[in-house]
């Protein structure tokens, strides 16, 4: 195996892999030499995206598609056992899928079972659980392991286009990676949670489905552009590899500026 692979032989754990910023980490972990765990509720996404590493990555990668509904817990659980069944070990675990319901708005009109659903199925319980069974695993390994937990720009800054509990639920997720990284940090479990900015996935174009909805959010970014999926990719890849070594509770944004932002150019 090649020495400038980023994540050789390293045990990767991807969720909501059969789409969006899931897909694109997929290729890029096993492009790096990493053996793949794709988990979707989507079965038939994740196995596509084990073909595609098939097709598309030469070498020594390993990539293995499971179903997994990140909203049970008894399918978190035997997800992370068949990554360790299947490649003796568990290394990263990207605790990236999550949902934004199109009912999810202010106070005011946000009725309690889209709060509900969004709190308990994939946006923050579903990370929670994901971290339990990576770190029950990664403490049985001697080189611990990193653990991304995806959370989003807006869980940094409001936005008067209310997805409250969406909103809600990526805050807590900084907040739980934040302090797991605390418990961990002399464990070698390092722990960081990725603020993506708006993307181009499926997930936000579907919601942003009229030129009038996009532009309301493009004056807002600094670059002039909605951001790629393979773009988030590539800082999971330094977050999980040891490049980002002494790395450990940050709410690491790659958000095009979007959080740093008062007045946007020209
Ligand atoms: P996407 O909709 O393109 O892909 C999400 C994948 O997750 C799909 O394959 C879907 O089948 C899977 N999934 C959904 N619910 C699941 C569940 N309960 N269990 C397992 N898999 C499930 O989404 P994306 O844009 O790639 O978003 C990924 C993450 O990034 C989400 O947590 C999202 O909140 C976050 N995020 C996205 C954006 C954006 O603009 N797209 C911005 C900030 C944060």
Redesign the pocket.
């Given at each position: 195996m090649s020495a400038t692979l980023r994540l050789p032989g390293k045990v990767c754990i991807i969720?909501?892999?059969?789409?969006?910023?899931?897909?694109e980490t997929a290729l890029v972990f096993a492009q790096e030499g990493a053996h793949v765990v794709a988990?979707?509720?989507?079965e038939q996404?994740a196995q596509r995206t084990v073909e595609t590493i098939q097709k598309q990555v030469n070498g020594a990668a390993k990539a293995i598609a499971v179903k997994?509904?990140?909203?049970k817990e008894a399918e978190i659980k035997a997800m992370v056992a068949k990554a360790v069944e299947e490649f003796g070990k568990l290394d990263v675990i990207f605790n990236?899928?999550?949902?934004?319901h199109p009912q999810d708005d202010n106070a005011l009109n946000t009725e309690e079972r889209i709060w509900d659903l969004t709190m308990n199925?994939?946006?923050l319980k579903?990370v929670w659980w994901g971290c339990k069974y990576a770190i029950e695993a990664m403490l049985k390994n001697p080189k611990g392991g990193s653990i991304i937990n995806?959370?989003?720009?807006?869980a940094l800054m409001g936005a008067a286009t209310p997805q409250l509990a969406?909103t809600a639920s990526?805050g807590a997720v900084l907040a739980m990676t934040r302090e797991l990284a605390m418990v961990h940090a002399r464990d070698g479990i390092r722990l960081n949670s990725l603020?993506?900015?708006?993307?181009k996935?499926?997930?936000?174009m579907s919601f942003l489905d009229t030129p009038e909805k996009k532009e309301r959010r493009m004056v807002h970014i600094p670059m002039g552009r909605?951001?790629e999926?393979v773009e988030?990719a590539k800082a999971a890849l330094f977050l999980a590899s040891d490049d980002s070594s002494f790395i450990t509770g940050t709410d690491f944004k790659v958000d095009g500026g979007i959080s740093g932002c008062y007045v946007t150019p020209l």
């Open positions: 969720t909501g892999a059969g789409a969006g910023i899931g897909l988990a979707d509720i989507n996404a997994c509904d990140v909203s990236n899928a999550g949902i934004m199925s994939a946006n579903g995806t959370a989003s720009f807006v969406y990526k603020c993506p900015g708006p993307l996935t499926e997930l936000l909605f951001g999926a988030q």
